[in-house]
């Protein structure tokens, strides 16, 4: 049976990715996705999905639709149905009323005005701003009647809180650091902190796998686990592992100027999502000197003892070699049918299929690789850009009209035998292949740079190959 990292418990574990729909899927939180992921995979445990759409405005449909979307372009694929956490408020407030009744958690009456002073009160006196426990122990009937309260917890007035967290060691904090924070406010809609944790232990998450930005709530939701276990079954303190967030390649927080931010940007920008798995997986773990990583392996080898506790760093030129590689290993048939859409309705899978060995030695991305292909699928007469027709000036159209005669003449199309005839040719015009190929390739791609230019003339075929040719060729 799967059991937890400190090694105490026998529970099965069950992980959860709790993302909050905010238009985009951030790869920051992708990565927490992920690590939760692995390890309930690694466990061979529950990996869960939460959706945190309490914020109204927000949490539209197609936003919520990102994160799903980004998820299984990933390849992560949750456990059962998704969780929508604002679908159970009336449990959140269930549990606020239940450590109401054990006297766990109290009615609070401040008015807004009330906490002002009491705010303003400490600042003057230099002291911590938190709620001063005015009503933990007052009467509820000192209020007047009728009027609007929250709910808050009763937490510990001495000693401390300890988390052995998985990535980040052994943390605690003073109790008297945590106040009696709300639970329910007073429209009777639960906190950001009783959601969570009441989720948490409702989803039976054995494990909480987040990023470090969350810490700080984890000594409070503890209390609320803590006050919960003499009240109901169930209510197990979980492994905490903070997994310290992604900065950008100069060491600041990572942000807008250090590149795309959102999955679907990567997926866009034709990036392969093995290719963004293996690199969020690489962030902050490691297994050795190895490299990539598939999916298989990366299942095998996870585990979060070997998350580092230092902020690991993003390096899209690293990103983009690692998508090079990944796309040079991917299978041809499917590497066309995901460029195929990007060059159009003229695009013919399986000639693109035909042409990946060649098209795919060079490529970044996909926008690069179908950039790359285009050629294939251009009518005449070709569009030549700029800088190519720079290269079919008079001497570059004179050689073409030489090139064509040969190539004419040429009965085999084959490519050693092109290769032959153009170095013959070459040679006797004392010149590099290269500076033969110069005119050639603009005459046959429009561009200036082109797979190697005798896979040009193979791909596009005897017939094609000259008429491009003689389109250009000086007479
Ligand atoms: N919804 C929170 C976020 O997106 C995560 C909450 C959690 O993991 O506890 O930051």
Redesign the pocket.
């Known amino acids: 049976m799967a059991s937890s990292v400190d090694g105490s418990a026998a529970r099965p574990v069950v992980t ?5 729909p ?1 238009g985009f899927l951030h790869i920051g ?1 992708a990565r ?1 996705g992920l690590f939760s992921w692995l390890y309930a995979r690694h466990h061979g445990g529950k990996a869960l999905l939460r959706i ?1 759409d309490t914020d109204k405005a927000r949490s539209t449909q197609e936003a919520i639709a990102v994160i799903h979307e980004g998820l299984a372009w990933l390849g992560l694929e949750f456990d059962g149905e998704p969780v929508y956490q604002s679908q159970r408020a009336d449990r959140h407030a269930e549990v606020a009323y239940k450590l109401l009744a054990a006297g766990q958690a109290y009615k609070c009456f401040c008015t807004p005005e009330e906490l002002t002073e009491m705010r303003e009160a400490q600042r003057a006196a230099k002291q911590p701003i938190r709620y001063n426990g005015y009503w933990r122990d007052r009467d509820p009937s000192e209020a007047p009647a009728g009027a609007p309260f929250v709910i808050r917890i009763k937490t510990p007035e001495g000693g401390e809180t300890v988390i052995e967290d998985a990535v980040q060691g052994r943390v605690k904090v003073d109790n008297r650091e945590i106040d009696d924070f709300i639970l329910l406010r007073a429209d009777g809609s639960p906190t950001y902190m009783l959601a ?1 944790v009441v989720d ?1 232990m409702d989803m039976g998450c054995t494990h ?1 796998i ?2 470090d ?2 810490l700080n ?1 984890a000594f409070r ?1 503890l209390q609320v686990i803590k006050a919960m276990q003499g009240i109901e079954p169930g209510w197990e303190e979980p492994v905490y592992a903070h997994v310290p967030l992604i900065h950008g390649s100069d060491g600041a927080k990572l942000s807008k100027r250090h590149g795309a931010l959102g999955v679907r940007d990567y997926r866009d920008m034709g990036v392969l999502p093995e290719t963004l798995f293996n690199y969020l997986l690489r962030l902050g773990w490691g297994h050795g000197d190895q490299e990539e990583f598939s999916k298989e392996e990366a299942i095998a080898l996870f585990d979060i003892d070997a998350v580092g506790k230092g902020p690991s760093r993003f390096d899209m030129k690293k990103l983009l070699s690692m998508n090079g590689n990944y796309i040079r290993k991917a299978d041809d048939a499917r590497l066309a049918g995901l460029i195929a859409p990007l060059i159009g309705p003229q695009a013919d899978v399986a000639l693109l299929t035909e042409a990946m060995p060649v098209l795919k030695t060079r490529a970044r991305d996909l926008n690069e690789l179908a950039s790359g292909a285009a050629f294939l699928f251009k009518t005449r007469p070709l569009n030549i850009d700029e800088a190519a027709a720079a290269l079919l000036d008079g001497d570059g159209r004179a050689r073409l009209a030489e090139i064509s005669a040969r190539l004419h003449g040429e009965s085999d199309w084959t490519i050693p035998a092109l290769e032959a005839n153009l170095k013959a040719y070459a040679e006797e015009l004392g010149l590099g292949l290269g500076k033969l190929a110069q005119p050639l390739r603009a005459a046959l791609t429009g561009q200036t740079t082109s797979p190697g230019i005798f896979d040009v003339l193979a791909l596009l075929g005897r017939e094609e190959s000259l008429a491009r040719i003689d389109a250009q060729a000086g007479s």
Do not use: C, L
């Not at 959860?16 to 909050?20: G, I, K, M, T």
């Open positions: 959860r990715f709790a993302p909050s905010t939180n927490t945190e969570v948490d909480i987040r990023g930005d969350h709530n939701q």
